[in-house]
């Protein structure tokens, strides 16, 4: 059966710091590959998504970028945090009929 | 930009009663999909509808996917604690690979 892993779990950052979040997916292969940011338990903003190795479209411009350099692995980066960076960022995968799997979640809260 | 409005925003209610959470767009959607999201952990998918019409039922609850597939609805009978959590409904337009997500019913069934 396929899981999904995020990690970290929670993560405190200043501003102006480094971000690396991962995901990865096991038990598919080539699976479309999305992350969204969900602020305040409300609805979700789709950040990025791929559907192959090195490819990478951008949803929103902002300050994160994302990388895919494995087929079943995620990324997503930023070079300097900024305090609206917080909030639930959550990795998805597509199943058959474009329903989405969703990780567990990675909280970030920037100071 | 496909919208999805979802309502209402909250809603509180008994145990043992009935509700209806809406969705609807002016959008055509080739498929609709509903989630539920508990605190801290990512969505889980509930059920996704096609075809215009469509009701598909899932013990307690209840999924319609509007004639004109722009609207959908959830009813739940006998609502139960564990019912309680926001749910999300999301429509596949216009790409393959993106859903559009409404913003979601904070649903809390008090005992």
């Known amino acids: 059966s396929q899981t999904i892993h995020q990690w970290p779990a929670t993560l405190v950052q200043p501003v102006g710091s480094p971000l690396s979040l991962e995901c990865t997916v096991e038990g598919t292969s080539n699976p479309n590959l999305y992350w969204y940011r969900q602020a305040a338990g409300r609805g979700l903003q789709l950040l990025f998504y791929s559907v192959g190795i090195g490819q990478i479209s951008s949803e929103v411009p902002q300050n994160l970028s994302a990388s895919r350099p494995q087929d079943r692995q995620f990324i997503l980066s930023s070079k300097k945090l900024l305090l609206s960076d917080s909030g639930f960022y959550l990795c998805?995968?597509?199943?058959?009929?474009?329903?989405?799997?969703f990780g567990p979640g990675t909280r970030l809260t920037v100071l | 930009t496909q919208l999805l409005e979802q309502s209402p925003q909250f809603l509180s209610i008994q145990e043992g009663e009935n509700l209806t959470v809406y969705c609807n767009s002016s959008s055509v959607f080739s498929s609709l999909q509903w989630y539920r999201q508990e605190p801290g952990e990512g969505p889980v998918l509930l059920v996704t509808?096609?075809?215009?019409?469509e009701v598909k039922k899932l013990k307690r609850l209840t999924f319609q996917f509007g004639d004109a597939r722009k609207d959908s609805s959830l009813h739940i009978t006998a609502a139960q604690p564990g019912d309680t959590g926001l749910y999300l409904c999301a429509g596949l337009g216009g790409s393959n690979y993106k859903l559009t997500f409404g913003k979601g019913t904070l649903l809390t069934v008090n005992p």
């Open positions: 509808v096609v075809t215009g019409g």
């Open positions: 998805a995968w597509t199943g058959t009929y474009n329903e989405q799997f």
